[in-house]
T-cell receptor, first 107, second 113 residues
Framework: KNEVEQSPQNLTAQEGEFITINCSYS?????LHWLQQHPGGGIVSLFM???GKKKHGRLIATINIQEKHSSLHITASHPRDSAVYIC?????????FGAGTRLTVKP | KAGVTQTPRYLIKTRGQQVTLSCSPI?????VSWYQQTPGQGLQFLFE???????NKGNFPGRFSGRQFSNSRSEMNVSTLELGDSALYLC????????????FGEGSWLTVV
């Protein structure tokens, strides 16, 4: 079993839909990161969480340390949100990654 | 403020050769980490440097090595290249080790033939 599990692997949505991507992990962490990767390779850090909830524009990330679970929500999704979203856990300088969720938002 | 800069962006090497990749972090960032991304294995952690010291190393063979200079710039080296080393190599920097936002470079695409 992978230390970081993401679901779903692939997700197709219509523009405007509310999207949730889940991440469960089995190791102790100092922080959890949500990353976005567009075709071509570039990765952008969306959130870094150690507790609670963060919001940035249409994106919301939550983490439950006791349950070892985090979610990334996208409200009012848009085709430009199409990308791979990756959950990464920071275990004292040792990063472990989920396999990623490929999101496609259709107009 | 300049972002994380990686060079070269693309390179092709032959099996058995070695390669050196360079990473210039964001000014003021002291932590530099390296990652390998392949279609089969996804993103994997290679190593992390902070103030010229390797703080952690992923599960890669000794052919993969790195270093960090006093100006925080970092290099990674892969010796005796194998076909399976073909990958996107990503560098990221942050202010300090662990628990800080990480900023990624665009990556170096390595093809081994």
């Amino acid at each position: 079993k992978n230390e970081v599990e993401q679901s779903p692997q692939n997700l197709t949505a219509q523009e405007g839909e509310f999207i949730t991507i889940n991440c469960s992990y089995s190791v102790g962490i100092s922080a959890l990161h949500w990353l976005q990767q567009h075709p071509g390779g570039g990765i952008v850090s969306l959130f870094m969480l150690s507790s609670g909830k963060k919001k940035h524009g249409r994106l919301i990330a939550t983490i439950n340390i006791q349950e070892k679970h985090s979610s990334l929500h996208i409200t009012a999704s848009h085709p430009r949100d199409s990308a791979v979203y990756i959950c990464a856990v920071d275990n004292n300088n040792d990063m472990r990654f989920g396999a990623g969720t490929r999101l496609t938002v259709k107009p | 403020k300049a972002g994380v800069t990686q060079t070269p962006r693309y390179l092709i090497k032959t099996r058995g050769q070695q390669v050196t990749l360079s990473c210039s972090p964001i000014s003021g960032h002291r932590s530099v980490s390296w990652y390998q991304q392949t279609p089969g294995q996804g993103l994997q952690f290679l190593f992390e440097y902070f103030s010229e010291t390797q703080r952690n190393k992923g599960n890669f063979p000794g052919r993969f090595s790195g270093r960090q200079f006093s100006n925080s710039r970092s290099e990674m080296n892969v010796s005796t290249l194998e076909l399976g080393d073909s990958a996107l190599y990503l560098c990221a920097s942050s202010l300090r080790s662990s628990g800080n936002t990480i900023y990624f470079g665009e990556g170096s695409w390595l093809t081994v033939v």
